[in-house]
């Protein structure tokens, strides 16, 4: 009992830190991207950096259910230390974009379960699942295609991305850009596939940013490449949309 008591304790204390981070104009903002905290996300990283890993203590903050918790858990947590069938439930229940991008890229992404969770999840009718599974795929395109259908990808991209709801649809667009961007024998394809669909084409881009749309992300990309004469760069991803 005496250590239950002292994670609760733990608990308390670290939800009372979060509270006194809250920001009312920083809720706002984040309010207009479908999140629902207001800790300044440069804050929670020093807050998490303070506490080091600690995975008792992540996986009873992830089970307070408050968003800017479920982000430091997520920050301190060890993610192998995770069941493949305890990740499926944790995004599962992750409710706001910002909790669902970074379980996927910070824990799942680690884990030796990924490829199997990508499979299934790109599967899954739940398109905000769904849409974990094209990351983890966008992931593969970039890093280890090998054993990937590329061009089956870009199959089902033509056929399901314009219709898809938005998040499942802005994971399916990264993926094609990426297509376009690593493999250049599909390049041409992809740019086709952008145009025709014309997925994310007006999306509202601020200065010196790239657009979402994939023709223009992909040739910006591959821009950059020949300039500074690195194949391998990595390629920057736009800022998230505002859903």
Sequence with gaps: MAETTVAEVTVAEVMADLAALEDPRIREVNEKHGDDHGVNLGALRALAKGLKTQQDLARRLWETDDSAARLLA???????????????????????????????????????????LRVAWSADPDPVVASAGWALTTERVAKQPEGL??????????????????????????????????????????????????????????????????????AEMVRRRHLTGHDSAPATEPAAPSR
């Design 74 to 116: 997520l920050l301190i947590c060890r993610p192998r230390a995770f069941a493949r069938d305890e990740l499926d439930v944790m995004l599962r229940a992750a409710r706001t974009p910002k909790v669902h991008d970074w379980l996927v890229n910070y824990v799942v992404k680690k884990h030796p379960h990924a490829e199997a």
């Design 149 to 218: 259908d590329l061009a089956g990808l870009l199959e089902v991209i033509e056929a399901q991305m314009k219709e898809a709801p938005d998040r499942l649809q802005w994971a399916m667009n990264h993926c094609l850009a990426q297509v376009g961007i690593e493999h250049a024998a599909h390049r041409a394809r992809a740019i086709d596939i952008g145009e025709r669909l014309e997925v994310l084409k007006d999306y509202p881009t601020p200065p010196n940013c790239t657009s979402p749309y994939a023709p223009i992300w992909i």
